[in-house]
């Protein structure tokens, strides 16, 4: 052994020790785990930790049972979500009046409260432990492996299970080449949706010269139904910092200055607490800062908070705004590798790349290669989102079909709804039918199937869904976010969705659906960075795989998800009605009129088709009617 | 409106534009100088003007693309008085405008000496004052040695800074995608009627202001809705939505 390398290992031993005597997660012990994260927080975390601290100092167990507030488990449908250790007992959607009858059965013996445990869906069932849920039992965790199992707020915890040894062991080598290679041979690729070789990215970094390098973290998960990187961030912030770090000795080390940056979104404010402590925490340990681990290499990472602007994720216009100017790309005939932040080279990587480094130095690319596609390596964080049972956060190996992470771990529809489409990447990404289901997930065959891994995001429509107003949603959500640089994406996107308002209000012709067509093929070439470029792709996947529904609205002025307001129309089956008068007190413009246990009736020409009626009525007795009328 | 030299009419034909980010500004001037050098040679100079959309409406929004990209530095961007965005903090003569505490600026020029960015600056005025007042946004160009005008651009660029004091409770409506699947528009539109007030209005008693915001990232629990910095409120319904405002009210009357 090297003296560099016997100098690390003492200094991450010091590392280590440094915390001795704090309390550390563990599986074996008595110890009862909430989840932390923003969903489980919503659903009322902060008043189930209070009646359990009370129930335990009530019952004198306060010290004896360790209380770890961990980061988000991942189904978050069920929060929140308590784990009692050692045995695992998993309560989903706890209240605190359960909590008495929880802490002496699963804490002070070894029972389960059966009424409290989670509901199987497909099979009714009872199931008592974490590990056997459908849920959890179909993923692969890698990278969310830690994600629930320790207190963010610990360094130590995270030390313990073995963090920061990747970094010692790249230390000592003390050869960035052969990180990189490492990296290349893994087969990683970017997980923030175009699948650039990671490996590539950095050795490209590296031969780029410069005063400076940069090594940026791109947390500006700015998808509208995508929040892997915030889990990841939230509930295990040391395995993004000790990948950066890897990546900054990587391009840095013996090569010149590298600095840091975390560019976070402000929406998240828990993972943005939590990574500013945590690097806190590594900088007090000399994980980070001057001279890490004693091997001479100083790297330190500042955080930055974005301000609500989607194409901030677009990397060109990342580096504009932590620079401080609007974020507004630029055109990329010189990459950010060769010309980042403050015209330096810079290397920009998702949460969700970072996270992976660890486990490839600490496992070795072949490990991490064994798992995935021929061209996809590795496992993808989703989040499963929309019209499906079991929503949440999931991880699965590349190459798992659409079908087995939608109806196996998600557990499928909700009860008397059918599966319509799913939507991939985002604002960006396209919209898959029926049909696909049994497409593989890897960055190639969505490509091929017109829509995109994107960072992650994974949202389920039924039935009840227009794909056209589905459409509008994202036209709309581009079209505001579009910076406004290039002419065809900002006027562009802006034209197309009038041409879908048209539809959805029945007032297209046939004519505006190659229009719409031609359209989406200007922005996309006219476009700078990947917000245009991307941009036509909802719109071009509606009229690839769902062109019937959309003749359907110009044709026949007809919305078959009864979606669209100019299309419908809301009246009241007289059979079903029992004159409850529960829609009149609903209706905010008193549309609804009618005597107690007469029939009602509505005045379509106040009604503005809210849906208030319908959501308030317990017989079905507001009916929705579509292709009835004509277009203005 | 066109380019035109030192003159500065203030407040010709924005009003009440909604729209992100247009009409922001009134006067573009020239510089005199430069201009009536080219004025006479072959090429010409001549006047310029803004390009107007079919409804009248400026095109410009004022992204200070022109302004930084000139080659001979004639085009200043400056504030115009009858702006809506601004609104009265910014614009309004100084008598009007809502005292603001400076001692709560100092820590941000602290923060600004210790190398923190110009959207950091942005974040810890927003978090001490609530919104931007333009007191703080001329502090800050001051301290960063910058103009005004790019202070401005980069504020009015992201969607999380206000440019006028928001209500006692901010409402935010997530719009993302899981949100808009299970029926968020209907709640930001329910809040709208209940409220009285369109997306991104206070009501005029101060207390309500109403947002939308991309994605809060709880998306199981949509649609979600966010009340002021750390009461989130999953599985809201219009009919929800409606009740917590009344909610919310009551408890005003109370208080």
Redesign the interface.
Known sequence: MSAASSRVGQALQAAVSAGAGTYLADDTKREIRICAG??C???GRVALRKAIDAALEERGLAGDVAVVETGCHGF??E?PIVVVRPEGVFYPRLKPVDIPEVIETSVMGDGVVERLLYVDPATGRRVAHEREIPFYALQKRIVLGLNGKIDPYSLDDYLAHGGYSALAKVLSQGDPQNIIAEVENSGLRGRGGAGFPTGKKWRLCRQNLGEKHYVICNAD???????MD?SVLEGNPHSVIEGMIIAAYAIGGGNGPVEGYIYVR????FAVDRVRHALDRARERNLLGKDILGSGFDFDIRV???????VCGESTALTA????????PRGKHVRTVAHGLWGEPTNINNVETYANVPFIVKSGADVFASTGTATSKGTKIF?L???VVN??LIEVPMGATLREVIFEIGGGMLPGREFKAV?LG?PSGGCLPAALLDEPIDFESLLAAGSMMGSG?M?V?DDS?CMVD?AK??LK?TA??S???CVPCRVGTSRMLEILERISEGRASLQDLDLLESLADDVVEGSLCALGGSAPNPVLSLLRYFRDEIVSHVVEHNCPAKVCRPLIRYGVDAEACTGCAACIA?C?VHAVSGERKAVHSIDEDLCIK???CR??CRFNAVSVETGVLAPA | MAIDNGRNDGGNGHKGDQAKGSALFEVIQGIDFERRELVGKRQGSGDFDLVKDNGGKDRCYACTLCERTCPVDCIDIGYTASDPMLGSAIAAPEDAAPPVDMKLFDPIIAGIRSGSGLVEALHATQEAYGFLPRPALEGIADQMNLPLSRIYGVASFYGQFRLKPVGKHVIEVCLGTACHVRGAPLVVEAFSQELEIPVGGTTPDGLFTLQTVNCLGACALAPVVRLGTDETVGRLGPNEARRLVRRLRKQEVRA
Do not use: L, W
């Open positions: 923003t969903a927080h919503a659903s978050c449908e929060g998960e700015g998808d509208p139904g995508a929040f915030r402000r929406e998240y404010p930055n908070q974005g301000a609500g602007a989607f705004s932590i620079e401080g100017q609007r974020g507004m989040s989102t929309g019209k929503g949440g939507q985002g995001g949202v429509v869904t589905f949603f994202f959500f505001e976010e910076c406004g640089k609903v905010p809210c849906d208030a959501r308030a």
